[in-house]
């Protein structure tokens, strides 16, 4: 019998220019695998960095991008027990990882992920372990639920998971992007005051219309966070930039507050004067996403409270070059590839 192919984006050497549309053979689902057909996959910075530069990974040729894939179960193989034909699925993002503490050791801390260290998923079928997938919600369509893996775990285990997240705390997103926004609603979802932080007047008031209470541009953001707060300072910061970024968001933390650092927009060193560290204690936590077990915690949330990502924009397979040009402008929220 002849095997099934599917279409996937692939590139053979680091580059963007070097993307190109092929078929490969879709694996049967053997063992504890489940053979999955993709109906969207959202795309995230980190892809836009591993085209261009390959982050280091051992990518291999031809190497498929992104990580983060919404679709359904067309087979499972003998020894899966978590999912049937039929059911809806989004993948996770660090496969391997189901609960507690990060892999790895303190010499060798892996980034081991999808999309890097791992095939990606902008393919028409995957066939991955069953325990790389969670259920999808049941409250959002295809294209919204691919957002969860990545952008929105990343959220949520940085204010719940970890941070504790409480009534009446005051946190600081920085941007407008897939991680800033789902951050935003995950916050006032329980009853937080946030500030946004945007260098564009139209996106802060596109994210006064999600709930923001306070809209700032981001030249010389602390000080106007320390007069928003009465100098009580953030309890809690998206650390987006980091670069000499982080010294502002150490200026603005409150006295044993929080910052969570998540992404490397202005470079992937972190400069600040380190009297306010010393002096404020607060906590700095880098984040990797997180486990599955927090993805289907998140899930939980989002099919109780109603929570809508975000989506900028729908891009449709073939137009996956479009789609990078639209995340290298900064979108408002998340872009979406739709099979």
Same mark, same amino acid.
């Given at each position: 019998?002849?095997?099934?192919?599917?279409?996937?984006?692939? =590139?053979?050497? =680091?580059?963007?220019?070097?993307?190109?549309?092929?078929?490969?053979?879709?694996?049967?689902?053997?063992?504890?695998?489940?053979?999955?057909?993709?109906?969207?996959?959202?795309?995230?910075?980190?892809?836009?960095?591993?085209?261009?530069?390959?982050?280091?990974?051992?990518?291999?040729?031809?190497?498929?991008?992104?990580?983060?894939?919404?679709?359904?179960?067309?087979?499972?193989?003998?020894?899966?027990?978590?999912?049937?034909?039929?059911?809806?699925?989004?993948?996770?993002?660090?496969?391997?990882?189901?609960?507690?503490?990060?892999?790895?050791?303190?010499?060798?801390?892996?980034?081991?992920?999808?999309?890097?260290?791992?095939?990606?998923?902008?393919?028409?079928?995957v066939t991955f372990c069953?325990?790389?997938?969670?259920?999808?919600?049941?409250?959002?369509?295809?294209?919204?639920?691919?957002?969860?893996?990545?952008?929105?775990?990343?959220?949520?285990?940085?204010?719940?998971?970890?941070?504790?997240?409480?009534?009446?705390?005051?946190?600081?997103?920085?941007?407008?992007?897939?991680?800033?926004?789902?951050?935003?609603?995950?916050?006032?979802?329980?009853?937080?005051?946030?500030?946004?932080?945007?260098?564009?007047?139209?996106?802060?008031?596109?994210?006064?219309?999600?709930?923001?209470?306070?809209?700032?541009?981001?030249?010389?953001?602390?000080?106007?966070?320390?007069?928003?707060?009465?100098?009580?300072?953030?309890?809690?910061?998206?650390?987006?930039?980091?670069?000499?970024?982080?010294?502002?968001?150490?200026?603005?933390?409150?006295?044993?507050?929080? =910052?969570?650092?998540?992404?490397?927009?202005?470079?992937?060193?972190?400069?600040?004067?380190?009297?306010?560290?010393?002096?404020?204690?607060?906590?700095?936590?880098?984040?990797?996403?997180?486990?599955?077990?927090?993805l289907e915690d998140l899930?939980?949330?989002?099919?109780?409270?109603?929570?809508?990502?975000?989506?900028?924009?729908?891009?449709?397979?073939?137009?996956?070059?479009?789609?990078?040009?639209?995340?290298?402008?900064?979108?408002?929220?998340?872009?979406?590839?739709?099979?």
């Amino acid at each position: 019998m002849r095997r099934m192919l599917a279409k996937q984006w692939s =590139i053979d050497n =680091i580059g963007p220019m070097n993307l190109m549309v092929r078929e490969a053979a879709v694996e049967e689902a053997t063992g504890n695998e489940v053979l999955v057909r993709a109906e969207a996959v959202s795309l995230n910075y980190r892809d836009k960095l591993v085209l261009e530069t390959g982050m280091g990974l051992p990518l291999q040729f031809p190497f498929v991008p992104a990580s983060d894939l919404a679709g359904v179960v067309e087979a499972v193989g003998p020894g899966v027990t978590r999912f049937k034909p039929g059911d809806r699925v989004i993948t996770t993002f660090l496969p391997g990882r189901i609960n507690g503490p990060g892999l790895g050791d303190a010499r060798h801390p892996p980034y081991k992920t999808l999309g890097g260290y791992y095939p990606g998923v902008l393919s028409e079928y995957v066939t991955f372990c069953e325990d790389w997938f969670v259920h999808a919600p049941k409250t959002l369509d295809a294209g919204e639920a691919s957002t969860l893996p990545c952008a929105g775990l990343t959220a949520w285990f940085a204010l719940i998971e970890l941070g504790r997240l409480k009534a009446g705390d005051k946190v600081v997103i920085q941007g407008t992007g897939g991680v800033a926004l789902f951050g935003l609603q995950l916050a006032k979802m329980h009853g937080a005051e946030v500030i946004i932080t945007s260098a564009n007047a139209e996106k802060l008031e596109r994210a006064r219309a999600l709930g923001a209470d306070h809209g700032i541009g981001r030249e010389n953001w602390a000080e106007r966070v320390l007069e928003l707060t009465e100098d009580y300072g953030a309890d809690h910061i998206f650390e987006i930039a980091a670069g000499v970024n982080f010294g502002e968001s150490l200026k603005a933390v409150a006295v044993n507050g929080r =910052i969570s650092v998540i992404g490397v927009m202005d470079g992937f060193d972190l400069s600040a004067p380190v009297q306010s560290l010393l002096l404020k204690s607060p906590t700095v936590q880098g984040l990797s996403v997180g486990h599955r077990r927090a993805l289907e915690d998140l899930v939980r949330a989002v099919d109780r409270t109603g929570l809508k990502p975000v989506v900028d924009k729908r891009f449709s397979f073939d137009e996956l070059p479009k789609a990078l040009e639209h995340l290298n402008r900064g979108p408002f929220g998340k872009i979406v590839i739709e099979f």
